[in-house]
């Protein structure tokens, strides 16, 4: 699928980032900031990623239900789509998009295995019920492009081939995911900031390479500010203000 | 309220006609959109008890067909819940290739035919340039709209390809538009298993009959053999390495012309290039459409002036019976049911790839702190900076100090691509 993204329904739908950051006006009415929108997404995108590690999927899988997830709350608002029946929905829907079906039950009895809090709790009926509105919401578009693939073709071609190296740049990828960065740009890109970046951090200069890519260098060096962003911003984050976020969600609005 | 009931309006903006038929996975209906007064074929789909959601071959169609939008391929106009159920809303169909290869009282010139195999293979060409593998060609799964376009339709086989050493299950394709290949048990196969099957919708398009009618998967070999004689070792070098390989006993060859007197030497050249038993020396579908029988004369015929069966259908109070072509007495293609495999359920392991294992690094960092799950809410970063740099790793992350140096180190200056 690499070669075709620029006719993909992936491609056609890539937002800028002011359409990203947006709070939805329910959310907004809780006091939802930006940030707690952020940091709620965030910390679902972990809850997807440690699920997906005990029902044991391919991180395709999980790179495609962060990007639902994400895609979601483009147009959703957390308070009528709460995020913790959404995340386990993404990953299920997922999981059948990319072929390595994950039945409904085994996801259900993990749920409840990694939380005991009850907020987090819900039956196979409603996951079910949350997949057709997620597929609504995402209007049946389920093809997700990812960085891994142009990784595999350009990291051998930079020359660099030790293990700790390339093993640096597949994490880098995965981190993105705990951005918006795939709902922005397209994945090759990505996969080229993220070697730029593990270039630069262990010194090793391939600006020659990237000058013979036909790429505009400038896209690549600010993909990769925003994702050095994400570590800086990823200090500051407690769980204390995860629950506060979430808290903001709980509450009823005056006309709610 | 009745399910049958013709005048029931679907989500508001449908208007319920009269049931088309019974589709893999659900009840076919026809219905008007009122929004443009279009004529449409709804597909609802079952969820069965509730318990795997949405199907999974219906999730495979609406993914596919949500990225594929050209001329020749079924347009998946809206999809929308009712009641509990996914509805697919697709274009309507008047017949498919099907009908018109049986109908005995339309007659196909060799420019009718060149329309139709070239419409297949436009469709065709589509899926494969955007690196799907439709699975399932036959020519009742090769629909004609009111436009005489052919479109290529049930992609509930399909499946995306091009990754290297992906495995996929063998029991596709109705079995006489089966490839060797896949009758000799190829997991790893290519666009070539599309060709061999639009080869055996030519031939039939020629024959006006199937071409090869195998009533068991050997019959299948013996057929294919018994025309194109027993593959030899140059002509397919891999063949004894396939997983169910059997040495068969040679024959040779019988001349094509014999079996297609009418057909043109461009067609029999196409065709024997199209059933090119080394996957990897078949044509492909895109170097079919560049063959010189599509340039050479007679030109295809304009879609919208090929023969069509007598427009019965559109009788004001049609019978069920009209409609239901697929339960009449010639039934050409093998019942549905011994058709269709469940997609196979192997996906995860058997295409456990690099990213899988460069990723046990973050699962491993993952279990290592969220010992405790619930309690430690962070899953750590897949790159643990510092490790790198020896540092307290209180958290996993580049700090401040790092960051700043990193940045500036990045605003490296590049030279503008041309």
């Known amino acids: 699928m690499a070669a075709n993204f620029w006719i993909s329904s992936h491609f056609k739908q890539l937002l800028d980032p002011e359409e990203v950051d947006v709070v939805h006006p329910l959310d907004k009415e809780k006091g939802i900031s930006l940030e707690d929108f952020k940091l709620i997404k965030m910390h679902m995108t972990n809850y997807i990623c440690k699920l997906a590690q005990h029902v044991k999927v391919r991180q395709r899988v999980v790179a495609?239900?962060?990007?639902?997830?994400?895609?979601v709350y483009t147009k959703k608002s957390m308070s009528e789509y709460d995020p913790r029946i959404v995340a386990p929905t993404c990953l299920y829907l997922a999981s059948k998009a990319e072929e390595s079906t994950v039945q409904a039950r085994l996801l259900s009895f993990y749920i409840k295995k990694l939380y005991s809090d009850e907020k987090y709790r819900y039956e196979i009926k409603e996951i079910l019920e949350m997949e057709m509105k997620i597929l609504e919401a995402l209007n049946y578009y389920l093809v997700i492009y990812h960085p891994y693939r142009a990784l595999s073709q350009l990291l051998p071609d930079t020359g660099i081939n030790d293990i700790s190296m390339t093993q640096l740049v597949w994490g880098l990828v995965n981190d993105t995911y705990k951005t918006d960065l795939i709902l922005m740009h397209p994945p090759h890109l990505i996969a080229l900031a993220c070697i730029y970046i593990a270039t630069v951090y262990r010194d090793k200069d391939i600006t020659a390479w990237f000058e013979e890519l036909r790429v505009d260098m400038n896209v690549v060096k600010n993909i990769s500010m925003e994702i050095l962003d994400f570590y800086e911003g990823h200090r500051l984050i407690t769980e204390e203000r995860i629950n506060a976020a979430f808290s903001k969600l709980a509450l009823k609005t005056l006309n709610g | 309220m009745s399910e049958s009931d013709p005048e029931k309006k679907v989500a508001d903006r449908y208007l319920k006609r009269e049931t088309l038929g019974e589709g893999t996975y659900g009840v076919v209906y026809k219905a008007i959109d009122t929004?443009?007064?279009?004529?449409?074929?709804?597909?609802?789909?079952?969820?069965?008890?509730?318990?795997?959601?949405?199907?999974f071959?219906?999730?495979?169609?609406?993914?596919?067909?949500?990225?594929?939008?050209?001329?020749?391929?079924?347009?998946?106009?809206?999809?929308f819940p009712h009641k509990g159920n996914l509805h697919l809303v697709f274009e309507f169909m008047e017949t498919d290739l099907e009908a018109i290869i049986r109908d005995r009282n339309i007659f196909l010139s060799q420019a009718d035919i060149k329309s139709y195999i070239q419409m297949t293979l436009k469709g065709l060409a589509f899926c494969h340039k955007k690196w799907v593998l439709h699975r399932d060609m036959k020519p009742n799964n090769l629909l004609i709209g009111p436009d005489g376009q052919l479109k290529l339709?049930?992609?509930?086989?399909?499946?995306?390809?091009?990754?290297?050493?992906?495995?996929?299950?063998?029991?596709?394709?109705?079995?006489?538009?089966?490839?060797?290949?896949?009758?000799?048990?190829?997991?790893?196969?290519?666009?070539?298993?599309?060709?061999?099957?639009?080869?055996?919708?030519?031939?039939?398009?020629?024959?006006?009959?199937?071409?090869?009618?195998?009533?068991?998967?050997?019959d299948q070999l013996g057929r294919i053999f018994n025309i194109f004689g027993t593959p030899t070792r140059a002509q397919w070098p891999d063949l004894e390495y396939l997983p169910d390989y059997v040495p068969y006993d040679a024959s040779a060859p019988k001349?094509?012309?014999?079996?297609?007197?009418?057909?043109?030497?461009?067609?029999?050249?196409?065709?024997?290039?199209?059933?090119?038993?080394?996957?990897?020396?078949?044509?492909?579908?895109?170097?079919?459409?560049?063959?010189?029988?599509?340039?050479?004369?007679?030109?295809?015929?304009?879609?919208?002036?090929?023969?069509?069966?007598?427009?019965?259908?559109?009788s004001a109070n049609p019978r069920v019976s009209d409609f239901n072509v697929r339960e009449g007495p010639t039934v050409l293609s093998p019942k549905r049911k011994m058709r269709r495999v469940m997609p196979e359920r192997e996906g995860f392991d058997v295409n456990a790839h690099q990213v899988d294992k460069i990723d046990k690094?973050?699962?491993?960092?993952?279990?290592?702190?969220?010992?405790?799950?619930?309690?430690?809410?962070?899953?750590?970063?897949?790159?643990?900076?510092?490790?790198?740099?020896?540092?307290?790793?209180?958290?996993?992350?580049?700090?401040?100090?790092?960051?700043?140096?990193?940045?500036?180190?990045?605003?490296?200056?590049?030279?503008?691509?041309?």
């Not at chain 2, 086989?157 to 190829?186: C, M």
């Not at chain 2, 919708?201 to 998967?217: Q, W």
């Not at chain 2, 009418?262 to 044509?283: G, H, V, W």
């Open chain 1, 64 to 71: 495609t239900a962060v990007s639902y997830m994400r895609r």
């Open chain 2, 35 to 55: 929004e443009t007064g279009q004529t449409v074929a709804i597909k609802k789909i079952r969820l069965g008890k509730q318990k795997e959601g949405v199907n």
């Open chain 2, 57 to 79: 071959t219906a999730l495979r169609e609406i993914k596919l067909l949500k990225e594929l939008k050209h001329p020749n391929i079924i347009e998946l106009i809206d999809a």
């Open chain 2, 153 to 218: 339709a049930d992609f509930g086989l399909a499946r995306i390809f091009g990754s290297p050493d992906r495995r996929f299950t063998n029991q596709v394709f109705a079995r006489w538009y089966r490839a060797p290949e896949l009758l000799f048990g190829a997991k790893q196969y290519g666009a070539g298993v599309d060709v061999w099957a639009a080869g055996c919708i030519f031939a039939e398009l020629l024959l006006r009959a199937p071409f090869m009618p195998g009533e068991t998967d050997i």
């Open chain 2, 255 to 314: 001349p094509l012309r014999e079996r297609f007197p009418q057909a043109s030497e461009d067609a029999l050249d196409l065709l024997s290039k199209m059933f090119t038993y080394d996957p990897r020396a078949r044509i492909s579908v895109q170097q079919a459409l560049e063959h010189r029988y599509f340039s050479s004369a007679p030109l295809p015929t304009d879609p919208a002036k090929l023969p069509r069966p007598a427009p019965k259908r559109e």
């Open chain 2, 361 to 418: 690094h973050g699962v491993e960092v993952g279990q290592a702190a969220g010992d405790v799950p619930g309690k430690n809410e962070h899953v750590p970063m897949s790159v643990d900076f510092s490790i790198f740099a020896s540092r307290p790793m209180s958290r996993p992350t580049i700090n401040s100090a790092d960051r700043s140096h990193l940045k500036r180190k990045l605003d490296l200056d590049f030279q503008e691509p041309e």
